[in-house]
């Protein structure tokens, strides 16, 4: 009698729209079904179950989705007429604002779920055998409590960086934004469930944490006594942990940068000295209107308190033009303060409306033609400023995480502090330490470096890592 061999493997395939979390939620469901049979595919022609984790932030991000979904029908109909099939699923923020109206306009979907429902993914997909599923409820139950942890494998494969969702939701209700009716209100992970999880990773091989939340920095999670606990001293408890050499998080609110985090970035030298600081615009005026609850000389105060605690470190901001009723004299605020913080980089963007959000029914919503003009001329002074900070590290000497083979022979890349690409000659086996690079000359994508002398690593490498479990 021969031996019964298990079922094949069947394949999933996730294409990730958005943000940073959104491309941890699709790590997550990965983890969540790779119990189940499923391994991650590159080719989506090879898929049993597609997922569009999708983002609901800019205008037209439902068109998108629904032009990703006709493509997908034709793959559906090729599929079937060679007798096989697949199964279709739209997931995020689109799915959580508008899964009745997806499952309406492309009954190709079998499954709409919520950024609050993808632990429940197993589930959902035995249920979509028996007819379409709609999920978008805010569920009780914690989600990350119900999520696997991914297999050692499967994290080194991932890299040597890795994020980390540690708060979900926003109580802030900015104008222009979707996220509290996407994401929810503010919710933070338990401390000792965040530790958890960044020791499984660093165990795993990676070296770099972002911490990930639509609102970071009013993380205020319970520690085992049940005390509340901010990000500050989360940051200092995650520094604790061995195998980690570099800290960051994203995004952040100016209102709720507490001197416990500034002074964690004073005194923590693995929080690298690299802030992502949205301020929107430099208006008051607009500022009211997008009900930021801060204003152009808070949010002054807030930068200088952070530079004054670490001279070194550089700031990354937020932008949109052509918020209803954006003046010349307006826009020209936002000019201004972009030259006196002096950001190295950052997102610009024209206001686009939001269904459901208060700025979408404003009066003097802004023309087009303005709105991109506008949006040219702001990215000339950022892309100005970028390069004259790139340029400024020309000559220094800068601590850069080696994570890959580089572009050219005998080459190797990676990551400065300050999130910059660095290319520079050197041996493969320092892919996984953190070398002392000289920066000798800034490209308009990119810094080129020499290593100055080769710090040998005291721990194993990911490229020994990757060895170890080949």
Do not use: W
């Amino acid at each position: 009698m021969k031996p019964k061999l298990p079922p094949a493997a069947k394949k999933l395939f996730i294409k990730t729209y958005g943000c940073q979390m959104n491309v941890y939620d699709s790590d997550r469901m990965a983890d969540a079904l790779a119990p189940h049979g499923y391994e991650p595919t590159a080719d989506i022609g090879d898929a049993d179950l597609v997922v569009l984790n999708t983002c609901h932030i800019r205008e037209k991000a439902s068109e998108k989705v629904f032009s990703e979904l006709g493509r997908l029908k034709e793959l559906r109909d090729e599929r079937r007429t060679g007798g096989e099939d697949i199964m279709i699923g739209v997931a995020g923020c689109v799915a959580q604002a508008e899964g009745e109206e997806i499952v309406r306009r492309s009954p190709v979907v079998d499954l709409v779920f919520g950024p609050q429902s993808y632990h429940r993914l197993p589930e959902l997909i035995a249920r979509a055998g028996q007819g379409t599923v709609i999920d978008t409820e805010f569920p009780e139950e914690d989600k990350f409590e119900h999520l696997p942890a991914a297999a050692r494998e499967v994290t080194i494969k991932r890299g040597l960086t890795a994020f980390l969702t540690v708060q979900e939701g926003c109580d802030k209700f900015c104008s222009f934004c979707v996220v509290p009716y996407t994401r929810g209100a503010e919710v933070s992970r338990p401390v000792e469930q965040v530790l958890a999880e960044a020791r499984g990773l660093l165990a795993a091989g990676v070296m770099e944490l972002t911490l990930l939340g639509q609102n970071v920095n009013a993380y205020h999670g319970l520690d085992a006594r049940g005390r509340s606990v901010g990000l500050g001293e989360l940051c200092f408890r995650l520094a604790e942990i061995p195998g980690l050499e570099r800290l960051r998080y994203t995004t952040s609110h100016p209102l709720d940068m507490t001197d416990e985090l500034i002074e964690a970035h004073r005194d923590l030298e693995k929080l690298m000295p690299y802030l992502h600081l949205p301020v929107q615009s430099g208006s008051d005026r607009i500022l009211r209107a997008m009900r930021r609850r801060h204003t152009r000389a808070t949010y002054m105060n807030v930068t200088k308190r952070i530079l004054n605690a670490r001279s070194d470190l550089a700031l990354s901001g937020d932008f949109i033009v052509g918020f209803p009723g954006e003046t010349e004299a307006d826009f020209a605020e936002t000019l201004s303060i972009a030259a006196e913080v002096g950001y190295a980089s950052a997102f610009t963007f024209k206001y686009s409306t939001r269904p459901g959000t208060p700025g979408a029914t404003m009066d003097d919503q802004v023309p087009e033609a303005i709105k991109s003009e506008r949006l040219a001329r702001l990215n000339d002074q950022i892309m100005s400023q970028t390069r004259a900070f790139a340029k400024s590290c020309e000559g220094r000497v800068l601590p850069v995480l080696i994570e890959k083979h580089g572009r050219n022979s005998g080459q190797v890349g990676g990551r400065s502090p300050y999130l910059q690409a660095v290319h520079m000659e050197g041996p493969e086996r320092l892919i996984g330490t953190i070398q002392p690079v000289e920066i000798v000359k800034a490209g308009n994508n990119s810094l080129l470096g020499k290593i100055v002398t080769i710090a040998e690593p005291n721990s194993v490498s990911l490229l020994e890592s990757h060895a170890s479990v080949a």
